[in-house]
């Protein structure tokens, strides 16, 4: 399956729990999608250490934070575990050579 099928088939359709915010309780979401934590866009890898399970409201949070923190911005206020996702797919994308505000790949978004 390509990474685009995954995307959107999300995780509909097998057990899963957002790596962000646990089960969610009797409010679980019924579709979650598949985020790299260091994104394609950016140079990630599609591996599985690269994948976690996350809701959808987690996979759009993780992306806004991830590009205000690419663009030298203080994170908005957010889940601790969402934050520290971000700073990792943040660092790795740095790891890997790029820059603050400068080079900021569409990933991001």
């Keep these: 399956m390509s990474v685009s099928q995954i995307h959107r088939q999300g995780i509909v359709g097998r057990t899963w729990t957002c790596t962000l915010h646990g089960s969610h309780g009797t409010a679980r979401p019924l579709r979650g999608a598949v985020h790299h934590v260091w994104p394609l866009g950016a140079g990630g890898p599609d591996v599985a250490e690269n994948r976690i399970d996350v809701c959808e409201t987690g996979h759009a949070n993780l992306h806004l934070i991830m590009w205000e923190l690419a663009h030298g911005r203080p994170a908005p206020k957010c889940a601790r575990s ?14 890997a050579g790029g820059v603050i505000g400068v080079n900021v790949p569409e990933a991001f978004l």
């Design 82 to 95: 969402e934050l520290a996702y971000a700073k990792r797919g943040v660092a790795e994308w740095l790891t």
